[in-house]
């Protein structure tokens, strides 16, 4: 998935460029860190050989600015980290909280008003030969309002190696609000893709479980498939299901076999990944 969203971004990047372009004397006069300020934080105060530990880049933007999703749609740039390690040590993906619709300009897109902390797991080895370690993340980001400003900063995170973890309080409450925020499968949830591989328009069925009739549905795409400048054509059915149909995005390859999304359901987040209806009349 991670290939094919680089690829989507490279083709896209001349759009994004000539629309920088018209916006460009705003950035060249914007400070490092217009509408956002970015931190790295920890659940723990320490590092525990062995033991896994979560950290966090948190996103706090100012009044009308936004940043991206790791899909942004058909405008922006996903915050990116870049990481320097102890040896020995190893770290995953980002973790994602559920995206909100914005704008770029006039622009729809995916990303982030409210404040956010996208959650990483650090992996130390079994054993640590110092008293005390340190994180390095680089970061960059594109924080837009009417205009955009690109930034960048290394993000540093000294720990002391304990044999106990010692809960950062102020930070793991942050932590835990953005582990609420992760989508999740819903099995009550039920979705099938009813066009078939590449076809230029994507329909979609969402079963909800029973009893329940959103008055509000809007597909996120996690891989690009549909883009955030498309018009969701939503259609319920006698049956209690709701049929989303959207034109696919033309930065797409049109090759995935299956589709990965976000559902927002009214209030409601649910990640769903049908696979696309000629797969299972093979």
Known sequence: MYAKLNRLLKMKLTHFCLLIFTLLPSMLMASEHDGL????IAESKTITPGKPVTLGVHLKHKPGFHTYW????IVGMPTQLEWKLPDGFSISE???PYPEKSFMAE?????YERDVTLLVTLNPPKTISTDSISVEAFASWMCCAKECFPGTETLKLPLQVSDTPVPSPVHLKLIEQARQEIPKANPLWKASVLS????????VQITPP???????????SEDGQISSDKKQLITYQEDGSIIVTVPRSELDDAKSTNLPLILKADNQYVSICPVYKNLHSQ
């Open 70 to 73: 790791k899909s942004p749609g």
């Open 210 to 220: 029973k009893g329940i009739t959103p008055k509000s549905l809007y597909l996120f």
């Open 107 to 111: 622009y729809p897109c995916h990303g």
């Open 37 to 40: 300020e970015i931190s790295l």
């Open 94 to 96: 980002i973790q994602w």
């Open 196 to 203: 078939k591989i590449g076809a230029p328009q994507i329909k």
